[in-house]
């Protein structure tokens, strides 16, 4: 089993950046391919950015590319999610997800095994 404990998120004006961090505890020895989603009011979970186990593939929906970045800190067993230039749509609760290793990137919600409890994101006009 993994834990994960998102934080980091808050309230920001567009244009604003933030950064969120994904704390795993447990069996993180891993590997573990990782993943960011969201979820807005009133909207179904969506996928944000993943990352491979070995860090050599990464994948991000088309409404954050070039504006959100994943990666992982192996040393404190964390997955960050830099997120630049926010706009109001972007606000939604942001979830940290993990899995064992799949044969492609996981990018589904159903992919992943492992979620944490979410951080808020607001992006106000």
């Known amino acids: 089993q993994v834990q994960l404990v998102e934080s980091g998120g808050g309230l920001v004006q567009a244009g604003g950046s933030l950064r969120l961090s994904c704390a795993a505890s447990g069996r993180t020895s891993g590997p573990y391919d990782w993943g960011w989603f969201r979820q807005a009011p009133g909207k179904e979970r969506e996928f944000v950015a993943a990352?491979?186990?070995?860090?050599?593939?990464?994948a991000y929906a088309d409404s954050v590319k070039g504006r959100y970045t994943i990666w992982r800190s192996n040393t404190k067993n964390t997955v960050y999610l830099h997120m630049n230039n926010l706009t109001p749509e972007d606000t939604a609760v942001y979830y940290c997800a993990a899995t064992p290793p799949l044969y492609s990137l996981p990018t589904r919600p159903d992919e992943f095994n492992y979620w944490g409890q979410g951080t808020q994101v607001t992006v106000s006009s």
């Open positions: 990352q491979r186990w070995s860090g050599g593939s990464t």
